[in-house]
């Protein structure tokens, strides 16, 4: 199928560029995004994604405040041009590519609704290309770049309406492609080792009011090095101020190293110590968080139960839910991918940000055991 990009001169592959290269059925084009209030008194989180070969788009917003998490779900054929990020009542638009979208909900069944603008506050930085999985097959390659922001808009949930200032509202673009594991995976064959089936991954966007953090690391289930990525970043208080899609003034970070503080009988981190060395001077920087409340990634599809990423729903389906952050049961695997919205501070500095974590399998430098629960 033909589209609108096929008329610039950036083909990969002689095929069309709606046809991906891989004819893997986990093949994905995701878009991510959180947001954050300076005070630490609100989080939303917001992902979208197209699946070519199942021939599905589906897409997702969460908002926790007051003890809350609220959800919306939505999930659809996907049609017509690959650059036309519709699911139903929702759309992304791509403003200024690695600069500024627009997130849209429109009124719908569920009284879920959105008008969301976000704009970068850093310029972007690349992941590298990661990979996962067994040894017979990688159930995850990907690539990923990642930019800090602020976001202007409003959100509507179970009948009010919240504003936001760019101001005091923070956040992050995280945006991939690749090879990813959908909904139910495929079973076929024999399952993968213990050793295999674990990953243990930390991901700590932070937002200061002069610089951000970027910090991530996979680790295996001995706490060996998979991949990890680092920087610290200029901000800029305006579009016209980034200096292009990758900041040249970036630090580039090496050496990652973490320490984790956990509830008590749970794999939840409430408080961490992250360290990164630069690639330029051989500095080091570290930087140490504390946990303001945990969201559940779950309210955007990750391990849903029911709304999994790229799990067919029909034509056209849409649910919302909510429920209270104390009720949550920390042992169930749907649990387990959280992001911690997290005070930070960095020498002199405070900010905030997050911690996202996924820990399950064994890892024996904090001595988990099992796939989900806490042991040693």
Known sequence: MLSRFDD????????????????????????????????????????????????IRDCGISLLVDGVQHAFHASCRAKGDPADQVVGPFRLEILEPMRSCRVVLDDNETGVACDLTYE???????????????????????????????????????????????????GTKDRSWGIRPLDGGDRRGAPAPPDRSSLFFLWAPL??????????????????????????????????????????????MRAHEHRLQFDAGSRLAHSADLSFTAVDDGSRHEFHLERIFTFRMKG?????????????????????????????????????HCQHLMRATLGDRVGIGVLEQLCIGPYKPYGFEGFVGRSG
């Open 8 to 55: 610039y001169p950036i083909h990969q592959t002689p095929e069309p560029l709606a046809t991906p290269a891989s004819s893997d059925k986990d093949v994905y084009e995701r878009y991510w995004f959180n947001g954050y209030s300076t005070a630490g008194d609100l989080y939303f989180g917001i992902g979208t994604a197209l699946y070519p070969h199942l021939g």
């Open 120 to 170: 970068g506050r850093t310029g972007n930085v690349e992941e590298p290309r990661h990979h996962w999985g067994g040894a017979i097959r990688r159930s995850m390659d990907t690539t990923r770049f990642t930019q800090m922001g602020r976001w202007t808009g409003w959100i509507q949930f179970d009948g009010h309406r919240i504003e936001f200032d760019p101001a005091t509202t923070r």
């Open 207 to 252: 937002n200061f009011d002069d610089l951000c953090v970027h910090y991530q690391l996979f680790e295996d289930s001995l706490g060996r090095p998979l991949s990890s990525v680092g920087a610290l970043m200029p901000t800029y208080d305006a579009l016209d101020d980034l200096p292009g899609i990758e900041d040249p003034a970036a630090r580039h």
């Open 300 to 336: 955007i599809g990750y391990n849903h139960p029911e709304w999994g990423h790229g799990a067919w729903k029909g034509e056209l389906a849409m649910a919302s839910e909510k429920w209270d952050v104390d009720t949550v049961d920390d042992q169930a695997f749907e649990n387990q």
